[in-house]
């Protein structure tokens, strides 16, 4: 069973950046696609960016692009969101989300393809 596991969240100051991490562990790593999805208070959850576990291909929300980086290292199994340039409009709760399925722009972001969800981790942009 394939267990994922979010950090790297806390409190910054607008302007600031954050690195979450999610890590992998069980179950095939290699070719599944990894999404980052957010949700505010009182917001339903969005797509904020993926990358394909076959060829690396990466995908952003309109919300990330231009901020956020995705990356992965498949020698730790993890995969990372570099945010910069954070504002509290940022403010939620951060999953990571693994996918059996190719994601393709259009797609990418439908959480209904997305099979394992981690727990979150809180961003919370404040001064």
């Known amino acids: 069973q394939l267990k994922l596991a979010e950090s790297g969240g806390g409190l910054v100051q607008p302007g600031g950046s954050l690195k979450l991490s999610c890590t992998a562990s069980?179950?095939?790593?290699?070719?599944?696609?990894i999404g980052w999805f957010r949700q505010a208070p009182g917001k339903e959850r969005e797509g904020v960016s993926c990358i394909s576990g076959s060829d690396g291909s990466t995908y952003y929300g309109s919300s990330a692009k231009g901020r956020f980086t995705i990356s992965r290292d498949k020698a730790k199994n993890t995969v990372y969101l570099q945010m910069t340039n954070l504002g509290p409009e940022d403010t939620a709760v951060y999953y990571c989300a693994a996918s059996d399925m190719e994601p393709y722009t259009g797609t990418w972001s439908r959480q209904s393809d997305y099979a394992w969800w981690g727990q979150g981790t809180q961003v919370t942009v404040s001064a």
């Open positions: 069980g179950g095939r790593r290699d070719y599944y696609g």
